[in-house]
């Protein structure tokens, strides 16, 4: 079989990690006036100091990266963490924010067709048919807005950053599993908007946050990357990059319920229907493919190999992995 067959179990932690990033929204209104690359900065670093916490005290061993996998790793810091802020931050001053939202919508498809290459597999069907569902919902969801010639570079550059956070991890979540990957992409990312936000908001910028900024940068620390990392990563390394990229959809619906409940009024009706649309798209993309009668007998050893904790988490000391019997994605 080309494409491993996801259960829900191996679903579940991109799907709540995805829906911390989207209820996030909220929060995240709170730093629209603080120093964008100071604030981002302390967010990964604290973030960091939060993943090593919890992998410690989880029994997760970390190791230093290698070779070629430094430059995977700082192209996620780079383009994941980095890029994509200046991107968005850059791109609603030419563009409203909803063109950056619906062009980040387009990240299924990409991840459809790009992630199973990368991973040495034949794309899904299944996947592709169900990622402009996705789209679509999340279009309707986050609706459209006006741009310019250079809004719409912004918009693409985002999409390329978003698409790149998870396909560049394919080759080294294999070794360094999401902790690792998650580890090395956050201080990376830390440093590289330390030196940003120390040359173009100087030094004291740290200084003008405020108790609910802090509070804010907090929260999204540790929910929204800390933990949300890890989630995804897992998920992605579980079912593979293609089958996984249907659940950022599960971001802007997410947004919608919180923004609802927190206040933000009754939804209109294109937004129930992108909602609608949206469920019926990851409903047709995340079930499991059918087996044949001739197979319903057999066992899934790779499901079985790809649930065991210990493979999923802990790498042998020596830099060795401990043997899959499914590639890594």
């Known amino acids: ?39 981002q900065a302390v967010r990964y670093a604290a ?26 790793l700082a192209g996620i810091a780079v383009s994941g963490l980095v890029l994509f802020n200046v991107a968005v931050v850059r791109g609603v001053a030419h563009a409203e924010p909803a063109v950056i939202a619906v062009a980040v919508a387009c990240v ?35 609706g459209t807005g006006r741009t ?7 918009a693409a550059l985002a999409l390329a950053c978003e698409a790149a956070f998870t396909l560049l991890a394919v080759p080294v979540l294999r070794r360094h599993s999401p902790w690792g990957v998650s580890v090395h992409a956050m201080w990376m990312a830390a440093v590289m908007l330390a030196v940003l936000g120390t040359a173009s908001e100087g030094p004291s910028a740290v200084r003008e946050l405020s108790g609910a900024q802090w509070a804010a940068v907090g929260y999204l620390a540790l929910m929204v990357t800390a933990v949300a990392f890890v989630l995804w990563y897992s998920t992605v390394r579980a079912v593979g990059s293609g089958r996984a990229g249907l659940l950022t959809g599960i971001a802007p619906l997410a947004a919608a319920v919180v923004g609802t409940v ?22 047709g993309g995340i079930r499991p493919p059918r087996v044949p009668a001739g197979e319903a007998t057999g066992v899934d050893h790779s499901a079985a190999a790809d649930s065991a904790p210990s493979l999923e988490l802990s790498p042998e000391a020596g830099g060795r992995n401990r043997p899959r019997s499914r590639r890594a994605g």
């Open 1 to 39: 079989m080309d494409t491993p067959s996801p259960s829900f179990a191996r679903l579940a932690p991109g799907m709540v990690g995805m829906a911390l990033v989207g209820s996030s929204v909220t929060v995240s209104r709170t730093l629209v006036d603080a120093p964008l690359f100071t604030t």
């Open 47 to 72: 973030a960091t100091a939060i993943l090593l916490v919890m992998a410690r005290l989880a029994g997760v061993r970390l190791m230093w990266p290698r070779g070629w996998e430094w430059l995977w």
């Open 108 to 142: 299924p498809l990409v991840l459809g067709v790009v992630g199973p290459v990368l991973e040495r597999r034949t794309p899904s069907r299944q996947v592709l048919l169900a990622a402009p569902v996705v789209m679509a919902g999340a279009v309707l969801v986050e």
């Open 148 to 154: 310019d010639a250079v809004g719409v570079a912004w």
């Open 262 to 283: 927190s206040g933000g009024g009754v939804p209109s009706p294109s937004v129930w229907l992108g909602i609608v649309v949206l469920i019926l798209g990851l409903a």
